[in-house]
């Protein structure tokens, strides 16, 4: 899938990080970027390279959680031949890749000490060492890195250098979760699905059901945009009638009557025991309400109504299989979905 590019978005909160990240590029400082996964941090990133004096030179990007703490140093310093086994020539690091440039460190918070006291040299001193050398290489590399964490936690839990902190905390931008984006939910939805409908060949774009737009709105989104990105997505190639609103999305793509079951380990009694028998994992269930209820049949309409829409809507709106999964004839299951108003 090609590479998502554009700011999408009219929140305040969304506007006020992207302002903040142009201001900051035209400094030739180091910056943190800080946010949830999927709320951007790497576009935020290239913003800042782009916007900045550097443009026109290398942008290195080095994902730190990718690396595996052994090659984390060589990765980012280079090394000599010989260095260390399988090291059959020398080879320059990403530091000197990005000299004149940006380098973007990504999950910054997943490397190991060792790398970071190197990292603190390189980014105090301007110059780094390969790894089995002692020659030192001046670079001139602007610093962009990005993590989850909450970097100053960390230092307190003694799992990041204090002065490291120090020295690239110069600007922290932190990106608001989706779920604080008042009014981008809808707008980024729209976006996703009038791109996919363009690759799905439909004619016109037809919109979002009420109900599609209520469980957008009433969803947590824990992995932000890129989370929407998919659910959006997803619902539209799996819809039937292009020429009515998307009505229906599946938040979990892993949601199965069928689905694998889940096997835990029994904890074994002091003795030896025999453990007992795994319990298979329930399906996913809509929760009943749990407030006080004033009429009765109302209450367990909509509790039925919601079970037949979930349940429709995993099952992906075969109504054979979703009788199946909830134990019903095909006949009761084609009278329920009309008598809540779901056959479409």
Not at 46 to 56: G, I
Not at 71 to 95: K, Y
Not at 109 to 122: F, I
Request: with cysteine; hydrophobic share 40%.
């Amino acid at each position: 899938m090609e590479r998502e590019t554009q700011f999408i978005g009219q929140s305040a909160a969304f506007q006020d990080a992207v302002e903040r990240a142009s201001l900051a590029a035209s400094l030739d400082r180091p910056v943190l970027v800080i946010g949830e996964r999927g709320t951007g941090k790497e576009l935020i990133a290239e913003r800042l390279h782009r916007l900045s004096t550097r443009w026109d030179r290398p942008y290195v990007i080095l994902n730190c959680a990718a690396m595996p703490e052994t090659l984390i140093e060589s990765e980012l310093f280079g090394h000599e031949a010989g260095a260390f086994t399988g090291a059959t020539r020398t080879r320059a690091g990403r530091f000197e890749e990005a000299d004149g440039g940006t380098l973007f460190l990504d999950e910054l918070a997943t490397m190991s000490m060792g790398a970071q006291e190197r990292l603190l040299r390189a980014v105090e001193y301007g110059e780094v060492t390969r790894v089995g050398s002692s020659r030192p290489i001046r670079v001139d590399v602007r610093i962009v890195a990005a993590t989850n964490e909450h970097l100053p936690a960390l230092v307190e839990e003694n799992r990041f250098r204090a002065d490291l902190l120090d020295r690239l905390s110069f600007e922290v931008i932190t990106l608001p979760p989706l779920r604080a984006r008042e009014g981008d939910i809808e707008v980024l939805a729209t976006y996703f699905g009038q791109r996919m409908a363009t690759v799905l060949d439909w004619e016109e774009w037809p919109g979002f059901g009420p109900r599609a737009l209520a469980a957008m709105e009433g969803h947590d989104w824990p992995g932000n945009v890129r989370e929407l990105r998919n659910v959006i997505e997803r619902a539209i190639y799996r819809w039937p009638d292009r020429d009515k609103p998307v009505d229906a999305l599946s938040f979990d793509p892993f949601a199965s009557p069928w689905q694998p079951v889940v096997r835990k380990a029994a904890a074994k009694a002091d003795g030896g025991g025999a453990s007992p028998a795994p319990a298979e994992a329930a399906p996913a269930s809509t929760a009943m309400p749990t407030g006080p209820i004033s009429d009765l049949r109302a209450a367990v309409d909509a509790y039925e109504r919601q079970i037949l829409s979930d349940t429709m809507a995993r099952c992906r709106f075969n109504q054979k299989v979703a009788a199946e999964a909830l134990g019903l004839s095909y006949d009761q299951i084609r009278h329920a979905l009309k008598k809540h108003g779901l056959n479409q």
